[in-house]
């Protein structure tokens, strides 16, 4: 994943820039990348950031940039933003998305005048350089957006930055989010819709699917109009999107409210814990919808331990990611003792984490452990969004059980097994709850889901969970 901000101010804007990329931290582990554009031309800083936050990576660079203009980001994967001199000027860009059809782009640009890239390590091409070079095929910048927005199979949004004006451009399905922010002296552009309140901004426009604005201190000018369909990603509300954040005029803590008032209404009766409690940090405002839905108290009978240890995801072996995990979440055995725990995660991915999680509570004295995840099973891997480290379908596991039980199976009975009313799916869900030891497991439905996010059905992206683009 990854988050981008942006800033066109009428004075130096090199601090509200580093705040705003500073508040998208929670979207990436990787790379972090500032670059600016004033009077000493354009400016640019990337740091890793794996093992030393953001704001300690590029404080010392802030102290030494100055601009009216500028853009940056936090990355999961290549470095950015990237800074590029061509027949279109120079510029700045970063993006956040997932190019699948990388390999037929990369033979369009070599057999249209493109000599090399830079290459990564593991022997890759920076997306982001890539989708430069696909703007600089055409005559002007916004055309290159708009060829860059029709030609990748995946998802793309990007900001650019020129010496004049920030142009931002929502990817062509709405799958990632963009917004614009305002006060008197200045514009600002985020992923993410909270990152600029504490900076004095307020709700200016959120783009629609395929938009793209051009950006100055003095105003925001519509240079191509958003299209009529979306795919806003379901899973943003579910874990990726920070509390205090909005997508498509919906909160995210409301959401999870009501996703957890949802799950407790499909429990009714049938289970009967003593608290409620949610895996930190995304899966405790769940948890706390269904604790008021079902009077159920909520309870924190582990704690995160976050003053050192770094997210769990983010080294590249996932014995360490699971390690990490682990070491993070330290048991309040008074709280857990001869207690029926009710829990309720995000989603279960792997299911490494959770079964561990579920262990040490039952070490910890636990009588029972209910699970309920927040979302569908995970039947398939993102095509759009780099939101896991998944490799293939079979590092989930709902499709593990599903192979163990059937072998390869086709499309239909996927679809049969993502049906939570077919005999399938309740096998799955008998397998799944057996393997990681859980007293009972039920998941959040996809109607339910859906009806928990409350936008049109048909303007989500819910393919992980049906496999239907």
């Not at 395929?210 to 990603?233: S, Y």
């Amino acid at each position: 994943m990854g988050g981008i901000f942006g800033v066109a101010a009428k004075r130096d804007c090199t601090l509200e820039l580093f705040y705003g990329i500073d508040y998208h931290s929670h979207l990436g582990t990787r790379r972090g990348g500032i670059a600016v554009h004033g009077k000493p031309g354009f400016q640019r800083a990337i740091h890793n950031i794996e093992n030393s936050p953001f704001r300690t990576k590029f404080e010392k660079d802030i102290d030494e940039m100055e601009g009216n203009l500028g853009l940056g980001c936090i990355s999961d994967y290549e470095p950015q933003p990237l800074m590029v001199q061509s027949h279109l000027g120079s510029f700045a860009i970063t993006t956040v998305g997932k190019i699948n059809n990388m390999d037929e782009l990369l033979k369009y640009v070599y057999e249209n005048g493109n000599t090399h890239f830079q290459e990564m390590s593991g022997g890759l091409i920076n997306a982001t350089e890539l989708v430069a070079s696909l703007i600089c095929k055409k005559d002007s910048i916004l055309d290159g957006i708009k060829f860059v927005q029709e030609v990748v199979d995946g998802s793309m949004t990007l900001l650019l930055m020129t010496k004049d004006g920030l142009l931002a451009a929502r990817d062509r399905l709405g799958r990632t989010p963009l917004v614009i922010g305002k006060k008197e002296d200045a514009y600002c552009v985020s992923f993410e819709s909270f990152a600029y309140i504490n900076l004095g901004y307020k709700d200016y426009k959120e783009l629609g699917p395929g938009e793209i604005a051009f950006v100055t201190p003095d105003g925001v000018e519509t240079l191509k109009e958003p299209g009529k369909e979306m795919r806003i990603c379901s899973f943003l509300w579910v874990y990726y999107g920070y509390p205090t954040s909005s997508y498509e005029g919906v909160n995210v803590e409301e959401m999870r409210y009501r996703c957890g008032s949802m799950l407790a209404k499909r429990d009714g009766n049938s289970v009967d814990p003593d608290v409620v409690a949610g895996v930190p940090d995304s899966g405790i405002a769940h948890a706390i919808g269904y604790a008021n839905e079902s009077g159920v108290p909520f309870a924190r009978p582990f704690i995160k331990y976050t003053p050192t240890w770094p997210r769990s995801f983010m080294p590249t072996m996932q014995s360490q990611r699971d390690l990490i995990a682990r070491m993070k979440l330290i048991p309040v055995k008074a709280l857990i003792e001869n207690k029926k725990l009710l829990l309720i995660d995000d989603s279960i991915v792997r299911g490494t984490q959770l079964r561990e999680t579920t262990e040490f509570l039952y070490q910890s004295g636990a009588k029972e452990v209910h699970v309920r995840p927040a979302c569908p099973p995970l039947l398939y891997g993102c095509k759009y969004l780099n939101f896991s480290r998944s490799k293939s379908d079979m590092d989930l596991i709902a499709r593990r059980v599903i192979q163990e039980k059937e072998g390869d199976v086709s499309p239909e009975v996927l679809a049969e097994y993502a049906n939570p009313t077919s005999q399938r799916y309740s096998d799955m869900l008998d397998c799944i709850c057996k393997k990681q030891n859980f007293t009972t497991l039920r998941y959040h439905r996809l109607d339910d889901l859906e009806e928990s996010i409350g936008i049109s059905p048909c303007k989500l992206c819910t393919y992980c969970f049906s496999g239907k683009e």
